[in-house]
């Protein structure tokens, strides 16, 4: 079958498109033939080689992925070939980038069939983090206030809906360039962070503060100030760890996004309600992945790519 995967770590061009041996599922592993997977900036940095995220040589990336049940282990129950899946799979284990891959049964639920299979892809890790930053580590409640700065982001946009679904007032950060799409999601009041300052903007205590965006930590510590005593800080930013405030009773966690099947099935059936919508800004064939990865290196990829075999 056909794969990319690097042998060592390093720039761009450690990428290969190469022939491999088709994986054969083990006991608990279904193989999924691949729709698509998706590109994260997380796959950019295992490459590189700056993300602490335990590889196995060589490493196929794409830990999101949507495909179909090729094959299946032994003891699998509850999915049956031909079935379409979706995953978010183990980041250290091989992943999607290519024609097969393997997965753990309980890393896969059925594929939305609201949107395409291949863009399903596009979904996975994004919605399981804004979901468990806002609910798991975040426990935002309803009637509370949430703050989200860098909401422009795929990741924003659904922290935007699910927050308003669980009935939060949504204070969002945004370039003129998102602004629609950030008020399409549900915000309740938007920032233009390029304009104006946020520390200004906001004129009451918010419950959750919620940052997607590499800001710089002199920055991010200010913004604290707006957090309620007794409040929280939450941000997907891992390089750097998330401030809190102690004499309020401020606490902080940096989010590392969970696979959670459950959770993902929940995710899931918004999206076929319709309360969800899944964004895919670029598809693109497997042989430019390392273009693809040449682009990120140079600086954030915008939206939500999905890359197909």
């Not at 890393?107 to 892809?121: F, G």
């Given at each position: 079958m056909k794969a990319v995967r690097f042998h060592e770590v390093g720039g761009p061009e450690v990428l290969q498109f190469e022939e491999i041996e088709q994986p054969v599922p083990a006991s608990g592993q279904v193989?999924?033939?691949?729709?698509?997977?998706?590109f994260s900036a997380a796959d950019n940095g295992m490459r590189a080689g700056f993300l602490p995220i335990p590889l196995t040589l060589p490493?196929?990336?794409?830990?999101?992925?949507?495909?179909?049940?090729?094959?299946?282990?032994?003891?699998?129950?509850?999915?049956?070939?031909?079935?379409?899946?979706?995953?978010?799979?183990?980041?250290g284990e091989d992943g999607g980038a290519a024609e097969y891959v393997l997965a753990p049964v309980d890393?896969?639920?059925?594929?939305?069939?609201?949107?395409?299979?291949?863009?399903?892809?596009?979904f996975p890790s994004v919605a399981l983090t804004a979901r468990q930053a806002l609910f798991d580590d975040g426990r935002l409640e309803a009637g509370q206030r949430v703050l989200i700065v860098g909401a422009g982001g795929v990741v924003g946009k659904y922290a935007i809906a699910l927050a308003k679904r669980a009935g939060a007032y949504v204070i969002a950060t945004a370039s003129p360039r998102s602004a629609d799409a950030v008020r399409a999601a549900g915000a309740d009041e938007i920032i233009d962070h390029t304009e104006t300052d946020v520390l200004?903007?906001?004129?009451?205590?918010?419950?959750?503060?919620?940052?997607?965006?590499?800001?710089?930590?002199?920055?991010?510590?200010?913004?604290?100030?707006?957090?309620?005593?007794?409040?929280?800080?939450?941000?997907?930013?891992?390089?750097?760890?998330?401030?809190?405030?102690?004499?309020?009773?401020?606490?902080?966690?940096?989010?590392?996004?969970?696979?959670?099947?459950?959770?993902?099935?929940?995710?899931?059936?918004l999206v076929?309600?319709?309360?969800?919508?899944?964004?895919?800004?670029?598809?693109?064939?497997?042989?430019?992945?390392?273009?693809?990865?040449?682009?990120a290196a140079q600086g954030r990829i915008s939206g939500k790519v999905i890359v197909i075999p």
């Open positions: 193989r999924v033939r691949v729709a698509a997977s998706a490493h196929v990336p794409g830990y999101d992925v949507s495909g179909t049940v090729d094959a299946i282990g032994e003891g699998v129950e509850g999915f049956a070939l031909g079935d379409a899946v979706i995953g978010f799979l183990p980041m890393a896969l639920v059925p594929a939305p069939t609201r949107v395409p299979l291949a863009d399903a892809a596009a200004d903007a906001v004129a009451e205590p918010v419950d959750l503060l919620l940052n997607l965006a590499p800001i710089e930590p002199a920055e991010f510590t200010a913004l604290v100030s707006l957090v309620r005593s007794g409040g929280v800080v939450v941000s997907t930013t891992a390089w750097m760890p998330a401030p809190d405030d102690a004499e309020r009773n401020v606490r902080s966690v940096v989010v590392y996004v969970r696979s959670d099947a459950e959770k993902l099935a929940e995710l899931v059936s076929d309600s319709g309360d969800l919508r899944v964004e895919v800004t670029r598809r693109i064939p497997l042989t430019e992945l390392r273009a693809l990865h040449a682009e």
